[in-house]
Structure formats: C-alpha cells, structure tokens
C-alpha cells in the first residue's frame, strides 16, 4: 500500500473561516493558540470541537511540528473545556480523525469532545 500523504494545509478550510470570523461560531472557549466551539451537526447531547488557532491539517501535522507551547497548550484547553462544561463527573468521549480510513471531513485539526449520554463499548462503526 503506497504511503498517505495529508494534503497540505488549505485556508479556505471551514474551520480556517471561523477562525478568521468568516462565518459564526458558537464559542464556549477561546484563548491565545485554541478555540472552542459547538459543532454544528452535534452527535451527542455535548458535541464541542477544540481547534488550535496554527495552521495544522490533522493530529499528524500537529504532534510533528507544533511547538512544546502550542501542543501542552490544546491539552489544557481540551481540559479546561471539560471542567467548563461540567463533564467531569458523567465522562466524556475525545476524538480525532486522521486520514483516508478516518472519515476526517475538515483538514483542520481537532478534538471532538463528546458528553452527555453513556455510549456504548463499541467505539468503531465501519462504514
Ligand atoms: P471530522 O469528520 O472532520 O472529524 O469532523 C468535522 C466536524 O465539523 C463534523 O462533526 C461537522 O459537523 C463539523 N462542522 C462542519 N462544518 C461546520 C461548521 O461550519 N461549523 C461548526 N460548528 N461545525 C462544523
């Protein structure tokens, strides 16, 4: 199987137009190098992306080249929307999509933080 190459970063990405104010966002968090915002189609009660404010296609991209800051930075903001949110005690489910197999819709890294129903042990739905 020949080697995945992610596309390069594209600015016209949806999430590249929330970030430069483009189109609306419903935002629950917001500091210097990552947003938070609900998503749009949401698949449980809970459905908030987390998004670094770097240009970053995927997970890929962003645990190879973004800085110490940036990537301790999203880790906390990841939390810090959780304790926010007020999940801690329920749990909730983090996700990230990557590559062909993944079903990643939009080439801009970010965390799916969902919550509010118990899931199920089956975390994997093939097509
Ligand atoms: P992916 O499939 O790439 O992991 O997830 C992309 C997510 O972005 C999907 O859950 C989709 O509903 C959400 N999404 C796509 N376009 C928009 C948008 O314009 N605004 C918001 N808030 N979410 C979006």
Known sequence: M????????DDQNIFAKLLRG???SDTVYADERVLA????N????VHVLVIPKGRYVSFTDFSA??????????????????RQLGLESSG???ITNMGPDSAQSVPHFHVHILAGLAFSHVMVIPK
Request: without cysteine; hydrophobic residues 40%; glycine residues 2%.
């Open 92 to 94: 909730y489910r983090l």
């Open 65 to 82: 080249d973004a800085s110490a800051e940036e990537i301790v930075g999203f880790w906390q903001a990841v939390a810090a929307v959780t």
């Open 22 to 24: 483009e189109i609306p």
């Open 42 to 45: 949401p698949q449980a009660p």
């Open 37 to 40: 915002f609900r998503d749009i």
């Open 2 to 9: 020949p080697m995945y190459r992610q596309p390069p970063y």
